[in-house]
């Protein structure tokens, strides 16, 4: 999972979390408060009795004696003092018989108005209740007075305890238990899913930068950092290529030097004993000679050619081949460049066809460039074809352009050679195994010179019927 979907998810789970924390709290203490005011009466009006019950009892046992006997009286006065409660005793019509409160003179009381059975009624002022209790006689069964007793409130309403700061802190402790594990699934999440991936990371480039481009950054997961490890396995995979390319390269220009010393070597020793042997006059006639003459020219020519693709090959690497593009009519280029080619073709056996007819337009071209590239297509067709066999050239004019095509007859390119034809260095299986001299420069530089004139070579070869080489350069 993306690292950005699971915080988001992480985020609303917290959230709704601490929502319904504060939902239930906010129901809580509302319920808390309403029970606050509206306590039953029922068991308050218990309480009141259990509070009084002393006093009760002993008034339903001596009712009958409160009148005359002393006794008595000062007995519930004493009771009054001790549990801190005033009280009025009267009679059913409402004449007050016993009074231990601190109204003393309160003689006769209204029963219709004073006795108040009811909690709520029963409130006189904001901390004092006045409850009255039937007192009635254990021998009759019935009522023979009243008992209105004064309670103040912290007696008749059972001490609250302080519920919404117990909620409160259990309201905070939830808080930091669901911070807590969160904090701990984040870390979790990001010592996983982050830290451990880069630090695999760090240790994929340490390799990298010694040197061993084979270790793999493997990750399993769909998510940034796996893009990221997609992305450094790509970049690992294109750093091991080129260093591969490199050291073929490396190797490539070794041996391009080996081939090419060796290629130099052997045409100049056949020059300087061939002009050893002129110089001691073992040429009897002047045909001789020429015939000499032919052999070193031939010579001369072949290392003409490797020092020109040396050349052109560093000129290349440095970004120095000139190609300096001027308008020139293709018919009268063509034919200046084609015609010692033919009779140098012609000369090894092998049928040259020219273009019966070259189209005659206007072309920026380096002429000197673009016979570098004919010379080498046609030297190149030469060395895989047989005295006998064709190459032939043709010129047309295709969507804009001014095309060239050399064919030939030969043995064709192999498959698995055509492609890397154009890179640097390259000779194909065949050519090695049939021994065709060559630095493996030319079509490189071909291809090179053509792309400086804004346009594109390819070709198609068949394995044993020949390979056709197309050149398209801008009108």
């Given amino acids: 999972?993306?690292?950005q979907v699971w915080i988001r998810r992480w985020m609303i789970a917290v959230w709704i979390g601490l929502l319904m924390i504060v939902i239930c709290s906010v129901g809580f203490l509302w319920y808390d408060h309403l029970q606050g005011q509206s306590e039953d009466s029922r068991y308050v009006i218990n309480r009141a009795r259990l509070q009084v019950s002393e006093i009760m009892?002993?008034?339903?046992?001596?009712?009958?004696?409160?009148?005359?006997?002393?006794?008595?009286?000062?007995?519930?006065?004493?009771?009054?003092?001790?549990?801190?409660?005033?009280?009025?005793?009267?009679?059913?019509?409402?004449?007050?018989?016993?009074?231990?409160?601190?109204?003393?003179?309160?003689?006769?009381?209204?029963?219709?108005?004073?006795?108040?059975?009811?909690?709520?009624?029963?409130?006189?002022?904001?901390?004092?209740?006045?409850?009255?209790?039937?007192?009635?006689?254990?021998?009759?069964?019935?009522?023979?007075?009243?008992?209105?007793?004064?309670?103040?409130?912290?007696?008749?309403?059972?001490?609250?305890?302080?519920?919404?700061?117990?909620?409160?802190?259990?309201?905070?402790?939830?808080?930091?238990?669901?911070?807590?594990?969160?904090?701990?699934?984040?870390?979790?999440?990001?010592?996983?899913?982050?830290?451990?991936?880069?630090?695999?990371?760090?240790?994929?480039?340490?390799?990298?930068?010694?040197?061993?481009?084979?270790?793999?950054?493997?990750?399993?997961?769909?998510?940034?950092?796996?893009?990221?490890?997609?992305?450094?396995?790509?970049?690992?995979?294109?750093?091991?290529?080129?260093?591969?390319?490199?050291?073929?390269?490396?190797?490539?220009?070794?041996?391009?030097?080996?081939n090419i010393s060796h290629d130099l070597k052997t045409p100049l020793a056949t020059l300087k004993a061939y002009i050893e042997a002129m110089r001691e006059g073992v040429c009897p006639d002047m045909d001789t000679v020429m015939e000499y003459a032919g052999v070193m020219y031939n010579n001369t020519e072949k290392m003409a050619r490797l020092t020109e693709d040396l050349l052109l090959h560093a000129l290349?690497?440095?970004?120095?081949?000139?190609?300096?593009?001027?308008?020139?009519?293709?018919?009268e280029l063509l034919q200046s460049i084609l015609q010692p080619i033919a009779h140098y073709v012609r000369t090894t056996g092998v049928h040259f066809i020219e273009p019966t007819d070259i189209p005659d337009v206007l072309i920026h071209v380096d002429g000197h460039r673009l016979e570098q590239v004919v010379s080498n297509l046609i030297t190149n067709a030469m060395k895989h074809t047989e005295p006998g066999d064709m190459i032939s050239v043709n010129t047309e004019l295709e969507q804009g352009q001014f095309k060239i095509t050399i064919a030939d007859t030969g043995r064709g390119i192999l498959p698995q050679d055509m492609p890397f034809v154009f890179e640097r260095y390259f000779q194909g299986k065949a050519d090695r195994v049939s021994g065709i001299e060559g630095s493996g420069l030319g079509l490189s530089i071909c291809k090179y010179i053509i792309e400086a004139h804004h346009g594109t070579i390819s070709f198609r070869s068949l394995q044993g019927q020949g390979t056709t080489f197309y050149c398209l350069i801008p009108l």
Avoid at 139 to 166: C, H, S
Avoid at 316 to 331: M, P
């Fill in 316 to 331: 290349k690497e440095l970004g120095q081949i000139s190609v300096t593009l001027k308008e020139r009519y293709s018919k």
């Fill in 1 to 3: 999972m993306y690292l």
């Fill in 57 to 258: 009892h002993y008034l339903e046992q001596h009712e009958q004696e409160i009148a005359s006997s002393a006794e008595v009286r000062d007995a519930l006065l004493n009771m009054s003092k001790e549990s801190q409660v005033s009280f009025i005793y009267t009679g059913l019509d409402g004449q007050v018989l016993f009074n231990a409160s601190s109204d003393t003179a309160l003689q006769q009381i209204d029963v219709r108005t004073g006795l108040h059975y009811d909690l709520y009624q029963a409130r006189t002022d904001q901390d004092q209740y006045r409850i009255a209790f039937p007192v009635v006689d254990e021998a009759a069964q019935a009522q023979v007075g009243n008992a209105i007793f004064a309670l103040p409130a912290e007696d008749v309403f059972v001490p609250k305890t302080n519920g919404a700061l117990y909620l409160l802190s259990a309201i905070i402790a939830v808080i930091v238990v669901i911070l807590c594990i969160s904090l701990l699934l984040l870390r979790r999440k990001i010592r996983q899913d982050v830290l451990i991936p880069v630090r695999q990371l760090k240790d994929y480039s340490e390799a990298i930068l010694k040197g061993n481009y084979e270790l793999k950054a493997t990750y399993d997961q769909i998510d940034e950092l796996g893009e990221v490890h997609t992305m450094f396995e790509q970049m690992r995979m294109e750093i091991q290529h080129l260093s591969r390319r490199r050291v073929e390269q490396e190797q490539a220009q070794k041996e391009l030097i080996t």
